[in-house]
């Protein structure tokens, strides 16, 4: 293991597949990991636990763990991540659950808190990383198209619930300043890197970069701020965005250019299903150059066998070179 990256303290921000794909490369080399998870998820498994039981929503906090297990014990992160087949409309069926939600219910249940409960899980699984939801309570993502419409609620966003071709302009919490666990704050504060991305820009970033005491601990930090760019555009949500497209996002939510890196997958060779409806993400180097000053640092990131993600190891071994 390279004692410089693993002495390092390294903040990740986000959620979903994106994060959970960076963790499996990061947890064979890092070895004071920290990840901050949105708490605005409320559709599938994790939004009917939200809204059933009155939790906050684990569905972020366990793709993460499931992707920390070791890769010795695959088995054990499938199972995590199984998900029992059926409709979910039936509130007191198991149908459609991820039995790491349930897991996570239990706990919460039985220890009569949510920390508590991740410690719990934590623990099962021999996880050593520092898992926190971004926000102490529960917050409704919204957002205002470009064609001014107003739209409500994480899943509506996440499953392009809105009339093409308008796309997002901007997002929003509800509340707007929700209360912050000090671990979190503390956590950016004292970060040697901080890593948002990759994964879905306006459901899995920015709800967390825009909670107003995360942003400004952010601004403040003096951490290496990176930036993963997604290997393909998600359909609605970033149609036909270029990096600098994603930048702009950022800096029109935070007021600022956030970054001081950015990660980018530059092998475009891998044919993209077309049932997908994803395309690559242009570069744009002449607008990136003119618009923003950002180190950029070009690799093979993709995943050959899914292109719509990044490959675990290609990522981790670009990080391991130039953090």
């Known amino acids: 293991m390279d004692n410089r990256i693993s002495s390092k303290k390294i903040v990740c921000v986000g959620g979903g597949v994106g994060t959970s794909n960076l963790l499996r490369g990061l947890k064979n080399f890092a070895t004071n990991l920290t990840i901050i998870t949105s708490m605005a998820d409320d559709g599938g498994s994790s939004g009917r636990l939200r809204k059933e039981y009155d939790i906050m929503p684990p ?76 926000t102490d309570e529960h917050v409704q993502l919204s957002a205002i198209t470009h064609d001014g419409r107003t739209i409500h609620s994480e899943t509506t966003l996440d499953l392009a619930l809105y009339s093409a071709p308008h796309g997002l302009k901007n997002i929003f919490i509800t509340p707007t300043h929700p209360v912050v666990n000090k671990r979190v704050i ?21 709800p967390v970069l825009i909670v107003p005491e995360i942003a400004e601990a952010f601004r403040l930090s003096k951490a290496d701020k990176i930036f993963i760019l997604n290997t393909a555009n998600k359909p609605f949500e970033t149609n036909n965005f270029t990096l600098p497209d994603y930048l702009r996002a950022f800096q029109d939510h935070l007021g600022h250019n956030p970054f001081t890196k950015v990660y980018a997958n530059n092998n475009f060779s891998i044919p993209i299903p077309s ?39 290609k990522l981790a071994d670009a990080l391991l070179k130039t953090l």
């Open 59 to 134: 569905g972020d906090i366990i793709y993460c763990i499931a992707s920390l297990i070791p890769d010795s014990k695959k088995e054990l992160s499938e199972l995590l991540l199984y998900r029992f087949p059926g409709e979910n409309e039936a509130n007191t069926a198991i149908d459609g659950h991820k039995l790491g939600n349930l897991i996570m219910l239990a706990e919460i249940q039985r220890t009569g808190d949510f920390y508590k409960a991740i410690d719990a899980v934590k623990r099962i699984f021999s996880i050593k990383a520092e898992l926190l939801p971004a």
């Open 275 to 313: 049932k997908y409806q994803y395309d690559y993400i242009n570069l744009d180097h002449m607008r990136l150059n003119r618009e923003f000053k950002i180190e950029l640092i070009e690799a093979d990131l993709v995943n050959n066998d899914f292109p719509l993600y990044h490959d675990s190891k």
């Open 186 to 206: 503390d956590s950016l504060i004292q970060a040697d890197v901080i890593i948002s991305g990759p994964g879905d820009l306006y459901t899995n970033q920015l």
